[in-house]
């Protein structure tokens, strides 16, 4: 699955679920690790806040061809399209934990 699936309600399913827009977005705990926070070259459009939290300087326009802080070039996709794939990090991933089924325990 790479996109996400929406209910006429707006409401879309993640983790086996049907859950709130906003509830799919607070599943990111903003560790950066997607955007090459660990891997020594991020793309360039991620920055890190006064509480050491990663964010994305162009968010809504972030789906497309980019570049990492050394000049290569790297796709951007919606993080749903990643949850099967490795990189760096991705133990820390909120998608990736939870996409067998949301556990909000954890
Ligand atoms: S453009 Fe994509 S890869 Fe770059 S920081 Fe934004 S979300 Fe991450
Ligand atoms: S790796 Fe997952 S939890 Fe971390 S910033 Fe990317 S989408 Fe959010």
Redesign the pocket.
Known sequence: MTELERFPSGRVRFGGQEIEQNEFEDICIHCGA???AYDGD?????HRDENWLYY????ED??GM?QTVSGRE?E?VSILQMLDDEWIGDHLCGYKKNKSGINRSC
């Open positions: 997607c955007c090459g991020p793309c360039i459009h991620l994305c300087d162009q968010y972030r789906l980019q790297m951007c």
